[in-house]
């Protein structure tokens, strides 16, 4: 890959993941000279740094891919319902290399501040090596969840045991055969890799702070047959998915209330899409994440499933979510989870009962004054999602506003593409946009497609300044806010909150209104003249 850029591009793009890349397709086709910098050491983003055992995603394969090259679709043969990491990376690679975009980009490069120069109309951005290189554009395809946090345990430092994050996992096999191993954390990431570490550690504690609902996922191999199927209908199937559904993803929906239906129709509409599996179960009923009783039967169902998983009931009640609604917070999908505690030597712990007081060097101590001795800890606390990876960046725009200072209450993006004081500044899939409320990759096209079309018509009208008007971005924070109001997400402690980091602002940070209604306004915005944008020559 290349490991120089030149020094005054027409956009720079942050970030190698799906975004960064199709990003710099995009900017080529228009004929823009731009660079992406990418902080691994390899392309692939989100798929590049979470490589812990079990790691996969839980959207289906084919439709969790680019549509925007048909014949890349059509050439590539997913394996399984559920991709695991390394053919996801793999697939990342191959369009790379298809499209020959690695030429473009710098790997082991981190920016670290972005600079709007007033004067000169353009944007100063610095990296970890010292480069400083100047764009007229830059493109924040920094990803939503990719800034991950090890929260500040008292003792963290004197640890001499091993420690992993999932998010930032090693590219060797760490081998915990023998060991006594903890894992903090029950979100997605820990609950595919519990199972996988139980299979190997001597003993697996898990501290668990809320329990999780999870669906199984019911993974398996995709035959020829149903491959054949979709290819043959893949363009119609990706409209209808980028157009017709809220989630991006081709789910069975329905407009029926849970709450219309008697209670054995609905024990059998569960039921079947609990064996189906993944996120469909939250589609069942058309209220199910905006009226609390619709929530309750879908939460009662699922909390029955654990119950007839896990034998001992002390440890089955512990697994059970009580306080917060099903798909409130993000659902996790799974195999084997909830049977992995049933194995001898998995201990679940209470850290809601008793917090973390402290790392220690040798393992953890428990505010109750329990101790654990542990060989290595692993860290499956999350990310500082949406915002995280941008205000990582010291960003500063018009007169000297920075970022930081403008999203101190909360992030503010025009269609959550692209914040007032911050000219020619784009982020893909950034704050107040649906990102990751659905089909990422659909979401991204989207964004990216969107980009697309706003620097095609500057290139068309001579025009070289764009900035999203104040009036325009406060409407769409606030329509932002009152859509999320509607839903019972906005109840659960979450990172979809800011919950899950200390001191950040508790808003809502996605929109909530589905990517079918999103691109809706999104497409009214360009028809109407790119109302909402000012531009200048
Ligand atoms: O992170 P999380 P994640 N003491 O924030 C706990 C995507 N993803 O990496 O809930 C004790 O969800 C925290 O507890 P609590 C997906 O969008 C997708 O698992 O805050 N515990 C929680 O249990 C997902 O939602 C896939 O009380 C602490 C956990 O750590 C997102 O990434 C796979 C703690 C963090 O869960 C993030 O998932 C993986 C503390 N001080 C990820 N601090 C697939 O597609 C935090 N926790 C399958």
């Not at 939503?144 to 963290?156: D, H, M, N, T, V």
């Not at 420690?163 to 595919?192: E, L, N």
């Not at 039967?297 to 896990?310: G, H, L, N, P, Y």
């Amino acid at each position: 890959m290349s490991d120089s850029a030149s020094r005054q591009i027409d956009v720079a793009i942050i970030g190698a993941g799906f975004a960064g890349l199709y990003m710099l397709h995009k900017c080529r086709g228009l004929g823009l000279s731009a660079h992406v910098w990418e902080a691994g050491s390899g392309v692939g983003g989100t798929w590049f740094w979470n490589r812990y055992p079990g790691a996969r995603c839980d959207a289906e394969s084919l439709q969790y891919s680019y549509s925007f090259v048909p014949e890349i679709e059509q050439e590539w043969r997913w394996t399984e319902r559920y991709a695991t990491q390394p053919e996801i990376l793999a697939y990342i690679e191959h369009v790379a290399d298809r499209l020959d975009l690695k030429r473009d980009v710098t790997c082991n490069t981190k920016v670290t501040a972005a600079r709007y120069d007033d004067a000169a109309g353009l944007w100063r951005v610095s990296t970890d090596k010292g480069e400083e290189v100047t764009a007229r554009f830059v493109i924040g395809a920094t990803g939503a969840l990719s800034a991950a946090r090890i929260p500040e345990f008292k003792g963290l430092e004197s640890y001499t045991g091993e420690t992993y994050h999932t998010g930032t996992w090693p590219h060797h096999k760490v081998d915990f055969a023998g060991k006594r191993v903890g894992i903090i954390g029950t979100g997605s990431s820990g609950v595919q890799l519990i199972p996988m570490l139980a299979e190997e550690a001597a003993h697996l504690h898990v501290f668990q702070r809320t329990p999780a609902y999870s669906i199984p996922a019911h993974n398996r191999p995709l035959d020829d047959a149903y491959v054949q199927r979709w290819n043959s209908n893949a363009a119609e199937f990706r409209r209808k998915a980028r157009e017709e559904t809220r989630n991006g993803m081709l789910y069975e929906t329905t407009t029926k209330s849970a709450l219309e239906v008697s209670a054995e129709e609905r024990q059998r509409e569960y039921e079947r899409r609990w064996a189906i599996g993944g996120g469909q179960f939250l589609y069942a009923y058309a209220d199910l994440l905006v009226n609390p009783a619709a929530n309750e039967t879908a939460a009662d169902f699922a909390r029955a499933q654990i119950r007839s998983i896990v034998t001992d009931p002390k440890v089955a009640a512990l697994l059970t979510p009580t306080d917060y609604g099903i798909g409130t917070k993000r659902p996790c999908v799974d195999t084997d989870y909830f049977a992995t505690f049933n194995r001898p030597n998995v201990t679940l712990v209470d850290v809601n009962a008793a917090p973390i007081a402290e790392i220690t060097e040798t393992g953890i101590r428990l505010e109750d004054g329990s101790t654990y001795e542990l060989d290595a800890i692993v860290f499956a606390t999350g990310f500082d999602a949406l915002t995280g990876p941008m205000l990582a960046i010291d960003v500063t725009g018009r007169s000297g506003l920075s970022l930081r200072e403008k999203w101190a209450e909360g992030p503010r993006a025009y269609l959550g593409l692209m914040s007032n004081g911050f000219p020619n500044l784009f982020t893909v899939t950034g704050p107040g946009s649906p990102s990751v409320l659905g089909n990422v990759v659909v979401s991204i096209e989207q964004h990216v497609d969107l980009i697309g079309t706003i620097l095609a018509h500057m290139q068309k009208a001579g025009l070289t300044w764009i900035e999203p008007e104040k009036a325009a971005e406060d409407a769409w924070v606030q329509r932002v806010n009152e859509i999320a109001a509607k839903t019972l997400m906005t109840k659960a402690k979450s990172w979809y909150m800011g919950a899950n980091i200390p001191g950040k602002p508790r808003v809502f940070l996605a929109y909530a209104g589905g990517v079918d209604n999103y691109r809706k306004e999104c497409d009214a915005m360009v028809a109407d003249g790119f109302r909402g944008f000012s531009f200048a020559a």
